[in-house]
């Protein structure tokens, strides 16, 4: 079965040269031992549209059919939902995708510590800046990450920590796992851009800076030729708001832009898995994933 969902948005100001057109096909295939009888399950694979990034078409596909239907959830990530209840020893989840992404076009007014200090910023962001156990950082670390950051105002400090946490944290692909927490990447001294980014927004929100974790997808080669698909993987960055959001990718050391395809954001990975479910039978023999992308234009 097939699910479409359709977004459109005014066209940006900015010059179509400042933006890329991607296609990206994330596929998670289940394997089983037996015939599982009845599973439930979530999907996070539709990209949102905003002043950044214009989702033209997005559709999930699930064999064997089922029923979905799409909600936004919380934190604002459309969620697509459906259960089976016929006997299957395979689950494929593949969604597809068309998104046009650029540079944030954003500008805001910047605002002090004392500001982020208040009583009505921290009722605003207060989930967004109490640690969570994928993000809690030692005592020790975060003294460390202020004397980094020293008499910098805040709209310097966020790009400092993201700088300090990717020069003291080396990306090794399958170092960690999606239950790695951030201390235990921060001690080992490597992880993947998970937990770079999990260091990253603990570290952030222990200096008293708002932050997110962004789910989404890059694309690995910045001179991509147009109609080339190439292997890519899911990605994670981070946000943080001095008075509006900033976006940055600390793995990569770049700027959100061309590359970069949101997918949702959170307080961490726990908020923004691209599938999560249960299901009832004989017990998974594991599970595959592949990322596909494709700039069209």
């Known amino acids: 079965m097939t699910q479409s969902q359709a977004q459109s948005q005014v066209a940006h100001s900015r010059p179509a040269a400042h933006r890329w057109r991607l296609q990206v096909v994330h596929r998670t295939r289940f394997h089983y031992t037996g015939q599982v009888r009845s599973s439930y399950n979530e999907a996070r694979l539709t990209p949102e549209s905003s002043n950044r990034q214009t989702t033209l078409r997005s559709k999930v596909e699930i064999e064997p059919a089922a029923t979905a239907y799409a909600y936004r959830d919380y934190w604002g990530s459309t969620v697509t939902a459906f259960d089976l209840h016929s006997p299957h020893s395979e689950l494929v989840v593949t969604g597809t995708s068309i998104v046009e992404a650029g540079p944030d076009l954003g500008g805001h007014d910047r605002v002090g510590w004392s500001s982020l200090a208040a009583g009505e910023v921290r009722a605003q962001f207060g989930e967004l800046l109490s640690p969570t156990?994928?993000?809690?950082?030692?005592?020790?670390?975060?003294?460390?990450?202020?004397?980094?950051?020293?008499?910098?105002?805040?709209?310097?400090?966020?790009?400092?920590?993201?700088?300090?946490?990717?020069?003291?944290?080396?990306?090794?692909?399958?170092?960690t796992n999606v239950k790695t927490n951030a201390m235990?990447?921060?001690?080992?001294?490597?992880?993947?851009?998970?937990?770079?980014?999990?260091?990253?927004?603990?570290?952030?929100?222990?200096?008293?800076?708002?932050?997110?974790?962004?789910?989404?997808?890059?694309?690995?080669?910045?001179?991509?030729?147009?109609?080339?698909?190439?292997?890519?993987?899911?990605?994670?960055?981070?946000?943080?708001?001095?008075?509006?959001?900033?976006?940055?990718?600390?793995?990569?050391?770049?700027?959100?832009?061309?590359?970069?395809?949101?997918?949702?954001?959170?307080?961490?990975?726990?908020?923004?898995?691209?599938?999560?479910?249960?299901?009832?039978?004989?017990?998974?023999?594991?599970?595959?994933?592949?990322?596909?992308?494709?700039?069209?234009?």
Request: hydrophobic share 35%; with cysteine; net charge negative.
């Open 133 to 175: 156990p994928l993000t809690a950082m030692d005592d020790e670390v975060v003294a460390e990450a202020r004397a980094a950051v020293g008499d910098a105002r805040p709209q310097q400090a966020g790009r400092v920590i993201c700088e300090f946490v990717r020069d003291r944290i080396g990306y090794l692909s399958g170092s």
């Open 184 to 297: 235990q990447a921060w001690s080992a001294g490597q992880g993947v851009c998970q937990d770079i980014s999990h260091v990253t927004v603990g570290l952030l929100r222990a200096l008293g800076l708002p932050a997110r974790y962004v789910s989404g997808y890059l694309h690995p080669r910045p001179g991509a030729e147009i109609g080339v698909p190439v292997t890519g993987e899911s990605h994670a960055w981070v946000e943080w708001w001095d008075g509006g959001w900033n976006a940055y990718d600390p793995t990569n050391a770049v700027e959100i832009g061309t590359r970069h395809v949101t997918l949702g954001r959170g307080r961490d990975y726990g908020d923004v898995p691209p599938f999560k479910g249960l299901f009832s039978g004989p017990k998974s023999e594991g599970h595959t994933v592949t990322v596909e992308v494709t700039r069209l234009a």
